[in-house]
Structure formats: C-alpha cells, structure tokens
C-alpha cells in the first residue's frame, strides 16, 4: 500500500471541499486530531468553495468536539501574522473561522483585526465583535 504523502492529502482534503463533500472532511478530522493545524494551509485557498467548506466544517467540528477545535488557532493566527501579507479574502475567512472556534485566544486574534490597515479585515472583525460600521 502506498502512503499519501501530507501535501497530497491537503490538496485532498481541498478537493473535497471543493466538491462540497464537508462530511468526508469532518469524519477525517473527528478520527485524527492532527488535521487540525493544517487548517491555515487548507484555508490559503483560491477556490471560493474551499474557504466556504473550511467555515461549515469548523461550524461541525466546533458542535461535535469542542476541546478540539482551538487546534487550528495557531495556523489561523498565522495567516494574519503572514507576510507578504495574504489577500483579503484569505484574511477574512481566517477571521470568521476564528469567531466560529470562539476561544480566548480565538478571539483575541478577531480582535487584533479591528486595527488592520485593511478596510475589509477591520469590518469583518467588527461585524463579529458585534460593533458593525
């Protein structure tokens, strides 16, 4: 049997995302933890679908196992932090993503979007902390 190497399974687990297949994703997430730091990476996205699918997913994973989801945090935080700076689409669905897993640290990274040079980022981030534009 051959072994899938980890970049070969994030574009995978992009693929189907893609195709809509979330449940695939959640099943392969609920029986390996590991998964979880590679959030940031799946979410570095081009496809739209992809993006949308990593916030369903989270929105499932976060009912389904809570004391896990803040895995994903860190590679989150990371996208923000990330230079050159990554679109703002990118950013913005790292954002919301964050606001989903809903931790303190989670949320500290929704709030440090407020002061973003982005006009994007900072509405997303307001929006979510509840003080809209």
């Known amino acids: 049997m051959t072994e899938v190497s980890d970049t070969e399974l994030k574009k995978v687990i992009g693929d189907f995302l893609d195709m809509g297949l979330v449940e695939n994703i959640v099943a392969m997430f609920r029986r ?6 590679w959030t940031g990476e799946i979410l570095n ?8 699918g990593v916030s369903v997913l989270f929105e499932e994973l976060r009912r389904l196992q809570p004391d896990l989801v803040d895995l994903a945090t860190p590679s989150l935080l990371a996208l923000l932090d990330a230079v050159p700076v ?12 964050l606001a ?7 949320m500290e990274g929704v709030r440090a979007m407020a002061l973003d040079p982005d006009p994007l980022v900072v509405e997303i981030a307001m929006d979510i902390l509840g003080e809209g534009l």
């Open 86 to 97: 990554l679109p703002t689409h990118v950013r913005g669905e790292a954002v919301s993503v």
């Open 100 to 106: 989903i897993i809903g931790s303190d640290t989670a």
């Open 32 to 37: 390996d933890p590991r998964y979880y730091p």
């Open 45 to 52: 996205d081009s496809r739209f679908q992809v993006r949308l």
